[in-house]
């Protein structure tokens, strides 16, 4: 059975670093894009980042850019998001996600695969 699965999330301080995971088994993945979001309660869910098979090519959200880094390691499966200087306006679950094709995509409607999801709370 193909899925996602994250991990990483927990309760930080504002100013604070984490790292997310995303393994994904059943398959490999190495030619597909993949891609972070979040949702945080009574908001719609939100782009944060994506990158390609290669790895070579990244796609940030405005509200993150300069602050997470997305990266992958093909070998192992598993995509990462450092997240780095946290906000309080971090607070969401964050989910990773694998587009069945094509270049990258911003809206959640591009992916057909989904995580749990992770929880990542910042306090300020």
């Known amino acids: 059975q193909v899925q996602l699965v994250e991990s990483g999330g927990g309760l930080v301080q504002a100013g604070a670093s984490l790292r997310l995971s995303c393994a994904a088994s059943?398959?490999?993945?190495?030619?597909?894009?993949m891609g972070w979001f979040r949702q945080a309660p009574g908001k719609d869910r939100e782009f944060v980042a994506a990158?390609?098979?290669?790895?070579?090519?990244?796609k940030y959200g405005s509200s993150v850019k300069g602050r997470f880094t997305i990266s992958r390691d093909n070998a192992n499966n598993t995509v990462y998001l450092q997240m780095n200087n946290l906000k309080p306006e971090d607070t969401a679950v964050y989910y990773c996600?694998?587009?069945?094709?094509?270049?990258?995509?911003?809206?959640?409607?591009?992916?057909?695969?989904w995580g749990q999801g992770t929880q990542v709370t910042v306090s300020p």
């Open positions: 059943g398959r490999t993945f190495s030619s597909n894009v």
């Open positions: 990158i390609s098979g290669s790895g070579g090519s990244i």
């Open positions: 996600a694998r587009r069945p094709s094509g270049w990258f995509g911003i809206r959640p409607s591009d992916y057909d695969l």
